[in-house]
């Protein structure tokens, strides 16, 4: 044989090697690449679903706790209103009172005492009672109102945020 053929088997016989060594370490690179992968999509898998179950256990919690606060407001605000509403009865119920004490102030303004007859006797039941005791009782009562509406305003701001 030839030296030309010799080299050419050579020339061939390297190439050849060569392009085996490159795609073996081709083929273990790409197997790694891939393992990799694999590896890399199993943690994140595990991540996500860490994080989905802390996040619907937030979630849960947080539904609960607002489930827990409106209905211990729909109890405040229940007793607020009915507070409320005896407090309208009361308020009627001092209308009435008051009204019927202008009523019998008014009848009795014009009753003057006959010519020669002396003072005349009253009836107990209509005899209007003392000016100053009506006005205490009406600020008693004007200062335990607006005790009340400032707590109910108190109570609403309170509330307002947590059923936004």
């Known amino acids: 044989m030839s030296l030309e053929y010799k080299l050419i088997g050579g020339a061939i016989l390297f190439l050849i090697l060569g392009g085996a060594i490159y795609f073996g370490f081709r083929s273990v690179y790409s197997a790694g690449v891939t393992d990799g ?4 999509q199993t943690a ?3 991540d996500k679903a860490s994080i ?7 979630i849960a919690q947080a539904t609960a706790q607002r489930d ?3 209905q211990a407001n729909e109890v405040i605000a ?3 209103q ?3 509403s005896a407090a309208n009865a009361n308020a009627s119920a001092l209308l009435a009172s008051v009204r019927a004490y202008e009523a019998r102030a008014a009848a009795n303004r014009g009753a003057l005492p006959k010519a020669g007859g002396g003072q005349p006797t009253a009836d107990p039941s209509q005899v209007p009672p003392s000016k100053d005791g009506l006005d205490q009782f009406l600020e008693r ?3 335990a ?6 707590q109910l305003n108190a109570l609403i701001a309170e509330i307002r945020p947590q059923l936004e």
Do not use: E, G
């Open 37 to 40: 992968k694999a590896v890399i």
């Open 44 to 46: 994140w898998d595990a």
């Open 52 to 58: 989905q179950k802390v996040t619907d256990a937030a």
């Open 68 to 70: 827990m606060a409106l």
């Open 78 to 80: 229940n007793d607020y």
């Open 82 to 84: 009915a507070k409320l």
């Open 141 to 143: 009562y004007d200062v």
């Open 145 to 150: 109102c607006q005790s009340d509406a400032a």
